[in-house]
């Protein structure tokens, strides 16, 4: 009988371990076995620095969907700066980034519709929080950004957008709100030119440059990668995928996410 309890304990050790994994350098929960689904959990050593949560993680030859970010993920990451969540998401948990006191910007993805709980919770340091979605995430909670100076950090909306999320409780709380071009629509150079910037198979795509106009590529944090004199023709620019870029043409930016 000891035996049979002691193979049956050790199966359900194998089992819990299995539901968690290290990769990317962030804890995954299995959520589904059978859709593949994890979500991004709490981890040992608190994360730090910036951070680009991938929309697809392997484990043990299996492909997962990243999903929603779990409740506390990044609770009291106080080394954590930047944040990118991929357009996989749809949900944010309770207190996800409560007191991640130094991050500073944040780019939430166009398909998340529900953010928890406290979720930015005295994230003193947050400078610029980026909304790719049209409709304003619902957000019940009226401490979800406690202590945050909401009359300096800028709230960016999609173009179009800006009535919803000045209407909207607690997005309303924001003084600055600004409407941005994003990902799939077209940036007006001149009166003359309509530029295209897409992103496709890890590449990013210019189209309708003038000839002889300087195209730069930065990093989300600024750095600049890439700088090219425009030919008049399409330009294919590899960059890879799981990250965020600013494509700037005549002191006009368009950011990308790939």
Request: glycine share 6%; charged share 10%.
């Amino acid at each position: 009988m000891k035996n049979l309890l002691l193979f049956f304990s050790v199966l359900l050790i194998q089992n819990i371990t299995a539901q968690t994994f290290f990769v990317s350098g962030l804890n995954f929960n299995i959520t589904s076995t059978t859709a593949r689904t994890v979500e991004v959990s709490t981890y040992s050593s608190p994360y730090q620095g910036d951070i680009t949560i991938p929309a697809l993680v392997s484990y043990q030859s299996q492909n997962y969907s990243v999903t929603n970010i779990g409740a506390s993920a990044f609770k009291n990451c106080t080394n954590l700066t930047s944040v990118i969540i991929p357009n996989s998401i749809t949900g944010i948990g309770d207190n996800a980034f409560f007191e991640a006191k130094n991050l500073t910007t944040i780019t939430i993805s166009k398909t998340v519709t529900t953010i928890g709980l406290n979720e930015f919770y005295d994230c003193t340091s947050l400078q610029k929080i980026s909304v790719l979605a049209i409709a304003p995430p619902i957000t019940p909670c009226p401490w979800t950004f406690y202590n945050i100076d909401k009359t300096t950090c800028v709230l960016e909306v999609p173009v179009g957008s800006k009535t919803a999320y000045q209407t909207t409780t607690y997005w309303n709380q924001f003084q600055i709100i600004n409407e941005v071009t994003d990902i799939g629509t077209a940036l007006e150079v001149n009166n003359d030119n309509q530029v295209k910037i897409y992103a496709s198979n890890g590449q990013i795509v210019v189209e309708g440059v003038p000839q002889n106009e300087n195209i730069s590529v930065y990093t989300f944090t600024g750095i600049k990668i890439y700088n090219f004199v425009s030919d008049g023709g399409k330009i294919m620019i590899p960059c890879g995928n799981k990250a965020v870029y600013l494509v700037r043409i005549q002191n006009k930016s368009v950011k990308v996410i790939m």
